[in-house]
């Protein structure tokens, strides 16, 4: 899809409802549903976190997303693709200035070239106990990515089509925190299995473009 339709496009996603819940448990393993039926998030006192889902277009002005593979560490978290984004700081107003000063520090994009567009549901990651914000951006003017090198390893750049193709949605067995080997719905994009809080923000995404479409 070209930039500027989809550009259109999401301006619509603005007075849309929230899919929320009913999108996120497209995509999570039974063991996540039933954690949360039997649970209190607020019990948990949950750290907060802000990421970026950002839309651009590339040099054939075809729209792409923004997602990057996080480096090898010690964390549960480790080498998995995600948003751009990060934990909130002292200084920061809102999550939302969140998610735009780690997307600059992360990538290198300055947060008043970004048009946010929507904010979207919390996701909850119980084995890191953090309570994260999505937002939705555009970035019509695109400037080369700038990799921060001791957090990002790769910045993989999503087609929208792959994206909203059903055939990249998959089942994948995966041992994660808290369970091993279990079956765990994904995406498959660039070659990478997403899954677990990036990949439930991005049926939410997925859900709002429907709805637009």
Known sequence: MDFKEFYELALKLKNLPLPGEYSHHKMSPELRIQWLKENKITDVNPKRAGVMALFYPDFQEKTRLLLILRKAYEGVHSNQIAFPGGKEELTDKDLLETALRETHEEVGVEPSAIEVIKELSEVYIPPSNFLVRPFMGLYPNPQPFVRE?????????????????????????????????????????????????????LSEIRELLQQAL
């Open 149 to 201: 090198e001791q957090e990002v390893e790769r910045i993989v750049e999503v087609n929208l089509m792959e994206f909203l193709d059903e055939g990249n949605l998959i089942m994948e067995q995966l041992s994660t925190s808290y369970a091993k080997n279990i079956n765990v719905p994904a995406y498959r994009l660039n070659g990478y299995t997403v899954w677990g809080a990036t990949a439930m923000m």
